[in-house]
């Protein structure tokens, strides 16, 4: 069974910094596109990144662009989610989700497993 | 950026109740538009993609459809474990987004 982890959350102060990670088992990890989407409180989902199967290409929201840096390790299948200069607006439940196709391009994502959810509380 | 646009954002209906949910594209994204339920405390869950395909084990009562850049999630005989948020989600370009969401709420 596909099963997606997350951990690293947690109280930081505005400014700092945070990695979340995500452990994934049950398929065969370096095939698939892994994405991060928050859900902040009393608010909808909102994607946050999006990195291909290989690592070679990555892309962010607006709103994490130059903050937030999304990586993979595909030989431990970890994806990881590097958040730096943090604000109180990044307060959320962080999910990991992953890929339902192999794919080369940068579209056409649909996330069909996903991970419980980490929360990150970002205040003094 | 592409904009997703939910309405309405919130419904009350009753168990056996059709229900129709709209999302609409800000500008067109052929018909790369999932549909997403989700549940306090729980992990989203992929309905349909490509527009109208069915994920695999969803029931049959959820179906969607596509005119133009406006996408709509319809569900049948409403039962008491749909009272969720759904949410659609472009995957034509990135930066991905997602509408704001429709709260189904039990009558």
């Known amino acids: 069974d596909v099963q997606l982890v997350e951990s690293g959350g947690g109280l930081k102060s505005p400014g700092g910094s945070l990695k979340l990670s995500c452990v994934a088992s049950?398929?065969?990890?370096?095939?698939?596109?892994m994405t991060w989407v928050r859900q902040a409180p009393g608010k909808g989902l909102e994607w946050v990144a999006v990195?291909?199967?290989?690592?070679?290409?990555?892309y962010y929201a607006d709103s994490v662009k130059g903050r937030f840096l999304i990586s993979r390790d595909n030989s431990q299948s970890l994806v990881y989610l590097q958040m730096e200069s943090l604000k109180a607006e990044d307060s959320a439940v962080y999910y990991c989700?992953?890929?339902?196709?192999?794919?080369?391009?940068?579209?056409?994502?649909?996330?069909?497993?996903w991970g419980q959810g980490v929360l990150v509380i970002v205040s003094s | 950026d592409i904009q997703m646009t939910q309405s309405p954002s919130s419904l009350s209906a009753s168990v056996g109740d059709t229900v129709t949910l709209s999302c609409r594209a800000s500008?067109?994204?052929?018909?790369?538009l999932n549909w997403y339920q989700h549940k306090p405390g729980k992990a989203p869950n992929l309905l349909i993609y490509?527009?109208?395909t069915l994920q695999s084990g969803v029931p049959s009562r959820f179906s969607g459809s596509r005119s133009r850049r406006d996408f709509t999630l319809t569900i049948s005989n409403l039962q008491p474990e749909d009272f969720a948020t759904y949410y659609c989600?472009?995957?034509?370009?990135?930066?991905?987004?997602f509408g704001g969401g429709t709260r189904i709420e039990i009558k």
């Open positions: 989700a992953k890929d339902s196709t192999p794919r080369g391009y940068s579209y056409g994502y649909e996330f069909d497993y």
């Open positions: 989600q472009q995957s034509y370009t990135t930066p991905l987004s």
């Open positions: 049950g398929f065969t990890f370096e095939h698939y596109a």
């Open positions: 490509d527009a109208a």
């Open positions: 500008e067109s994204i052929s018909t790369y």
């Open positions: 990195i291909s199967g290989t690592g070679g290409s990555a």
